[in-house]
């Protein structure tokens, strides 16, 4: 993606994505706040309201964008390829960052690996069943596991929602403001982020009261937050400009999801494991999604 040239004012700019932060945060609390709906009966349904006010805050976004940028083609084609919403090189934008993802997690896709190799030994050695039985096994319950997890919210949460409605506002919407408010593409990485990250302070209160209202521990749990979410979105950021495609971020963003934060130390007693923990389990979906 190139930069553009700088038809909007800077201020114009981050005022812009400034507010589709906020606007992104504030509809979640739509439902109860504003429209005085009576709580969700489930947790199902808390999180398909909170689906349905993601979904609406991406497409205002979106329209909000076609209105404020100079945009002076009128081809849908052209339209569409300013928010990265294009069919050329899609498989290279899907497989290369995936790929250049995985070597983050180097160490965790090394554990998973064994976990697997090892959970395979200990069911030949119970069952007496060689090997190629136990994969072959494992394949064929893959149809039911599969159809189990698509029937669950958090599958669409973390998998779908989550990354198309984040990716669609904070990157393909604020980098081409940015960009064409006249930053160049290095100061729109790592501001970009910024708008990412300071959208999550809405979780601090509930953070708080779920740490029994130790505000050292919040605030270790925020702060790691937050500082993750930034280098996520620094990097997210650069897979949008350098491929021009949202594929390129959105793919990194749910396989960061499901891999959670890598493995930086083993199992037992440490400083942070508490922390770290916290954020993967209850904090936020792999510490650094909104919808929760």
Known sequence: MEESEGRLSKPVAVIACIAMTLFYVAILYAPTLILRLPPPQSYENFMI?????AAVCSVASVIFCALVLPITSGEASYSF???GIRSDHFWQAMVFPLFLTSLMYAGSLMLKSMLLVNKWKEHRHQEGEPLLGCIKSTLLSLPGQMSSVASNVLFWRNFIVAPVTEELVFRACMIPLLLCGGFKAYNAIFLC????SLAHLNHMMEIYSRHNYSLLKASLVVGLQLGYTVVFGSYASFLFIRTG???APL???????YMGLPVLFEHGKDVGKDIVHGINRNDSP???????
């Open 49 to 53: 309201r909170r689906f349905i006010c």
């Open 245 to 247: 495609n949202i594929v």
């Open 193 to 196: 982020p910024t708008f990412f």
């Open 286 to 292: 792999k510490g650094k999604d909104l919808l929760v």
């Open 81 to 83: 390829g300013v928010y």
């Open 251 to 257: 793919v990194a963003h749910a396989f960061c999801n």
